[in-house]
Structures are given as structure tokens and as C-alpha cells.
């Protein structure tokens, strides 16, 4: 059985500064990793993935996240972040077709 | 580019009543997905089909859900009858490919059982 954990419920940081949200899977065999973000009143948006290949992978809004095989973790970056990244952020593993996601983390960028 | 289309955004109907939820998919894509969100229980995949045969519905809790997708561009998911703990949001969710492809969401139905 594939699963995945997002330790934080809510991340809080100021603007201009860097984010990161943590994630961390479990899954026999190689993973397929997914970041996606919700806005209120909106559905799962896709930020990026990891499929194979360099660790750190590069999505959409500034958005990163770094692959590690080792400590089973996909934690997801941004160098400088914004106000309007403020959302609930879901990481989730793909396998036998199933996307299994985390309970999500409440990120809050302040002024 | 469309992406997936639900309707209705909101629904609120007494319990006992019967609750059609529809979704069109994103032209193309090969699989479509069926959600439930609540703050309790999170994400819950209820239902999945593949080239409109439905592969997996273990997530369905109940006899009271039923899921169709008559053609590659349309799928309903319906509630009868609908109870209060029914409430939630809804979606849908398309995808093209295999597992290593991402799912694109529809903005949901929110629904709401008296």
C-alpha cells in the first residue's frame, strides 16, 4: 500500500521569504511524486512531478521540489514567496493508476 | 483550453432526494476519476474508469452511489437517496496516460444534504 504524509497542517511565512512544504511517501517501487494546489472554492491544480531523472524538478508559479530517495521525501520549494501562493497544497504518489494524497498543508504567506 | 467541466457548482437538496453530479472530461484523456472531499476524511477516490469502463469502484461507499460514463466525453455520478453525511464536495478528474501523468480537476460540486 502507497501513502503519504504532509507533517505540517499549516505553514506560515512571510513574504519575500522562502517556503518549503514537507512531504513524505511510502511506496514499493520507483514513486511517481506529484505536487497540486487548491484555491478556496476550486479544484486541484497541478504544480509539478517527479518521474524519474534529476532530483530536483521545476513547476509551474516559481514552484520546485526536491526528490530524496534516501529519506523518502518530495518537499516542495519556492525561493521568494508571494502573497497570492497562499493555499492548501497537497503532495500525492502515483502507483497501479491511484493517486494517494496527503491530508494537504495551509500555507499562509503574510505581507 | 477547456479544462474538466462539472456542474452544478452547488447543490442543496433535501435528504432522501435523488442528486445527479455530472463532469465532462478534457477532450482526449483516457481516464476520468470521481472524488469526495470533506474535512474529516480529506481526498477519497470513489471511482475510476478507463476508456469509459469503470475499473475500480471500491472507494464507492454505499449502494446509494452510482457512477456512469456513457461515452469518452461525459460521466455522472448519482446519490439516491441522498443522506445529510453525504455532504461534500465532489470531483471529477481526467487524465491522459499512464500512472506518470497528472490528473486535471474540475472545480468541483459542493453539496449539501438537509
Known amino acids: 500500500a502507497q501513502s503519504v504524509a504532509q507533517p505540517e497542517d499549516q505553514v506560515n511565512v512571510a513574504e519575500g521569504n522562502p517556503l518549503t512544504v514537507k512531504c513524505t511517501y511510502s511506496v514499493s517501487g520507483n514513486p511517481y511524486l506529484f505536487w497540486y494546489v487548491q484555491y478556496p472554492n476550486r479544484g486541484l491544480q497541478f504544480l509539478l512531478k517527479?518521474?524519474?531523472?534529476?532530483?530536483l524538478v521545476k513547476g509551474s508559479y516559481g514552484f520546485e521540489a526536491e526528490f530524496n530517495k534516501s529519506q523518502t521525501s518530495f518537499h516542495l520549494k519556492k525561493p521568494s514567496a508571494l502573497v497570492s501562493d497562499s493555499a492548501l497544497y497537497f503532495c500525492a504518489v502515483g502507483s497501479n493508476y491511484k493517486l494517494t494524497f496527503g491530508k494537504g498543508t495551509l500555507l499562509t504567506v503574510n505581507p | 483550453d477547456a479544462g474538466v467541466i462539472q456542474s452544478p457548482r452547488h447543490e442543496v437538496t433535501e435528504m432522501g432526494q435523488e442528486v445527479t453530479l455530472r463532469c465532462k472530461p478534457i477532450s482526449g484523456h483516457n481516464s476520468l476519476f470521481w472524488y469526495r472531499q470533506t474535512m474529516m476524511r480529506g481526498l477519497e477516490l470513489l471511482i475510476y474508469?478507463?476508456?469509459?469502463?469503470?475499473?475500480?469502484d471500491s472507494g464507492m461507499p454505499e449502494d446509494r452511489f452510482s457512477a456512469k460514463m456513457p461515452n469518452a466525453s461525459f460521466s455522472t455520478l448519482k446519490i439516491q437517496p441522498s443522506e445529510p453525511r453525504d455532504s461534500a464536495v465532489y470531483f471529477c478528474?481526467?487524465?491522459?496516460?499512464?500512472?506518470?501523468?497528472?490528473?486535471?480537476f474540475g472545480d468541483g460540486t459542493r453539496l449539501s444534504i438537509l
Open positions: 474508469f478507463n476508456n469509459n469502463v469503470p475499473i475500480d
Open positions: 517527479y518521474i524519474t531523472g534529476d532530483n
Open positions: 478528474a481526467s487524465r491522459q496516460g499512464g500512472d506518470n501523468q497528472p490528473q486535471h
